[in-house]
């Protein structure tokens, strides 16, 4: 029987996603699988379960996971090493500059001084760091479970 490809590696970038297990979060893997017929790659996503006790990882981190030299539990194989970005901060590794979006921050700039910046334009220098909406609008924080039923009065807000 073969093993997922992410089973095997000892070092993984993936993406948090919503998790119910404790003092674990869930990670998408992104790998590409060759497609023998058509000889073209095709996106495939691995979901792995990394011990993450702090709970420090929010859902639409990207983080870095290694491999536990032995199995925690069943699912439990990795463990969270590093938040390399987190959600809505991604930084260029070779430059150092933040990115918005596939522009860089200074190149926004430069065009919005060339051609007027708008009084509604959003200025990244101003904007607050990632956490200062929580329990208003971001609620990654929050403990999430499965829903089960879909009622008429649906007073699970934090269901997955």
């Given at each position: 029987?073969?093993?997922?490809?992410?089973?095997?590696?000892?070092?993984?970038?993936?993406?948090?996603?919503?998790?119910?297990?404790?003092?674990?979060?869930?990670?998408?893997?992104?790998?590409?699988?060759?497609?023998?017929?058509?000889?073209?790659?095709?996106?495939?996503?691995?979901?792995?379960?990394?011990?993450?006790?702090?709970?420090?990882?929010?859902?639409?981190?990207?983080?870095?996971?290694?491999?536990?030299?032995?199995?925690?539990?069943?699912?439990?194989?990795?463990?969270?090493?590093?938040?390399?970005?987190?959600?809505?901060?991604?930084?260029?590794?070779?430059?150092?500059?933040?990115?918005?979006?596939?522009?860089?921050?200074?190149?926004?700039e430069e065009v919005n001084q060339v051609y007027g910046k708008l009084p509604t334009a959003f200025?990244?220098?101003?904007?607050?760091?990632?956490?200062?909406?929580?329990?208003?609008?971001?609620?990654?924080?929050?403990?999430?479970?499965?829903?089960?039923?879909?009622?008429?009065?649906?007073?699970?807000?934090?269901?997955?």
């Amino acid at each position: 029987m073969a093993l997922p490809a992410a089973s095997r590696s000892l070092l993984l970038l993936g993406e948090c996603v919503p998790c119910v297990k404790h003092n674990a979060s869930k990670f998408k893997i992104k790998r590409l699988e060759l497609d023998t017929n058509l000889l073209m790659y095709f996106r495939k996503d691995d979901f792995v379960y990394a011990h993450d006790p702090e709970k420090k990882c929010k859902t639409g981190d990207i983080v870095l996971i290694e491999q536990l030299p032995q199995k925690m539990t069943r699912l439990i194989t990795h463990q969270v090493k590093d938040i390399i970005y987190p959600l809505g901060d991604i930084t260029d590794p070779i430059t150092g500059k933040k990115v918005v979006a596939g522009k860089f921050r200074d190149h926004i700039e430069e065009v919005n001084q060339v051609y007027g910046k708008l009084p509604t334009a959003f200025d990244y220098g101003k904007a607050p760091e990632r956490g200062w909406l929580e329990d208003k609008k971001d609620f990654t924080h929050v403990e999430t479970y499965i829903k089960y039923h879909k009622f008429k009065n649906d007073d699970q807000p934090y269901a997955v």
